[in-house]
């Protein structure tokens, strides 16, 4: 079985302050983690993936993420927030085992005050 | 821009009637899978197929059906909808299951309201 957990459900931060948005996941399998960002009314779009190579991720708009096998993390982070960053992101985790099997986490929305 | 297409993408339906929505897959993708998101909430997966056959389902009852077809394009049926049934549907397609690491690529959804 596996699991996502996204700790907050909103996050609020000033322009170009750091942005920390955070995942825990579980999975009986050697999981593929994935952050999607989706602004209203669109569809998905990928920023950033992990597939059991590098641990630190780098995505598109300066976002990453950290593998942290120990701590069961992706926690995503950016270092500057920018007013285009305003999104709902979501912490993806699919497993390698059987079909492939996608678990979606509840979602950040994140907010940019100017 | 991800390739993946679907029609149509408002639609208006009362209970009791039917939706079909449609997917055009990514070249060079063979699976397809259906998204439920409602207000607020993250995508729920619906069900998965893999060339033209189901491939894995989520927790939603017999309503909801599907169809892949050769050109790795999808349907998504319900039948009798519900209330409960409005929310924007969305529709991924990726590589094979074999080459895949479970990256989705994702159209842009159809919304489905029920009066």
């Known amino acids: 079985a596996q699991s996502v957990t996204q700790l907050d459900s909103h996050v609020s931060v000033s322009e170009g302050t750091p942005v920390l948005l955070r995942c825990n996941y579980s999975s009986s399998y050697s999981p593929s983690l994935f952050w999607y960002v989706q602004h209203p009314n669109k569809g998905l779009q990928l920023l950033l993936k992990y597939t059991s190579a590098a641990t630190l991720v780098k995505g598109i708009n300066g976002f990453e993420a950290e593998f942290k096998k120990s701590e069961t993390s992706f926690h995503l982070t950016k270092p500057s927030a920018h007013m285009s960053d305003a999104a709902e992101y979501f912490c993806?985790?699919?497993?390698?085992?059987?079909?492939?099997?996608?678990?979606f986490g509840t979602g950040t929305k994140l907010q940019v005050i100017p | 821009e991800t390739g993946v297409t679907q029609s149509p993408t408002h639609l208006i339906k009362t209970r009791g009637q039917q939706v079909t929505l449609r997917c055009s897959s990514q070249?060079?993708?063979?699976?397809v899978s259906w998204y439920q998101q409602a207000l607020g909430q993250g995508p729920q997966f619906i069900f998965q197929?893999?060339?033209?056959?189901?491939?894995g389902r989520g927790n939603f009852p017999p309503r909801f059906s599907g169809l892949q077809f050769p050109n790795y394009s999808s349907e998504l049926n319900v039948n009798a909808l519900e209330l409960d049934d409005s929310a924007l549907y969305l529709c991924a397609s990726s590589r094979g299951l074999a080459e895949s690491t479970g990256e989705l690529f994702f159209g842009e959804g159809s919304r489905l309201t029920v009066l």
């Open positions: 197929y893999y060339r033209e056959e189901e491939n």
């Open positions: 993806v985790v699919s497993d390698s085992g059987g079909y492939q099997k996608v678990t």
């Open positions: 070249s060079g993708h063979n699976t």
